[in-house]
């Protein structure tokens, strides 16, 4: 709901509540978006820094341990090309853990991964499943999305087609949208 007009363009919120609102989301993108001028502990600390007001050194020590927790510890000082595509997803994912947010949004986290690096970063999100964190994932990861999900959506171009537990919406599927896309998904994967 527009709040108010400002200049000609819409005010949803004022800049304090925005701001609340975009700390208590995190967003994991498929491409990581890592800084590629800035180290892996410097990607992490930055917006602890600059947005939360977070001293240096307390930065510092919050990124070692949040690299320390996804195997990561030692490339602290590593520049994102000099990093896998799955090191470097989970340097993202360590980047939003950092702000400590309340939700986790990860578009399509293992997309634009090698298959052999897949597994390292769904085994990080495995863990933060493990740890009752609130996540909304885009995946085409079907038998990941049967592990760790609670509720399943299926969409096609922008609708909901079909919602529900792993158990009625992957292995019961009711649309007909729904069974042609896991029997594309079965065949794919066979």
Do not use: W
């Not at 200049?7 to 993108?29: H, R, S, W």
């Not at 927790?69 to 000099?82: D, S, T």
């Not at 609130?134 to 999900?149: G, K, L, Q």
């Amino acid at each position: 709901m527009i709040k108010e007009y400002k200049n000609q363009k819409p005010v949803y919120q004022d800049k304090e509540t925005l701001k609340q609102m975009n700390l208590a989301c995190g967003m994991i993108f498929q491409n990581y978006n890592l800084f590629p001028h800035l180290s892996i502990q410097e990607n992490i600390t930055l917006s602890l820094i600059k947005v939360l007001k977070m001293r240096p050194e307390l930065a510092k020590e919050k990124a070692e341990e949040l690299l320390k927790k996804i195997g990561l510890g030692e490339k602290k000082n590593q520049y994102p090309c000099n990093l896998s595509g799955g090191q470097q997803q989970r340097a993202s994912i360590a980047r939003t853990l950092a702000i400590e947010p309340d939700i986790l949004f990860m578009d399509e986290p293992t997309s634009a991964l090698d298959p052999e690096l897949v597994g390292e970063v769904l085994k990080i999100i495995k863990q933060l499943a493990s740890e009752k964190r609130t996540m909304i994932i885009v995946t085409h990861e079907i038998s990941f999305a049967r592990e760790i999900a609670d509720r399943i959506i299926f969409m096609d171009k922008g609708e909901i087609i079909e919602e529900g537990t792993a158990e009625e919406v992957i292995d019961n599927p009711k649309q007909e949208r729904t069974k042609t896309f896991l029997t594309r998904y079965q065949n794919q994967t066979k």
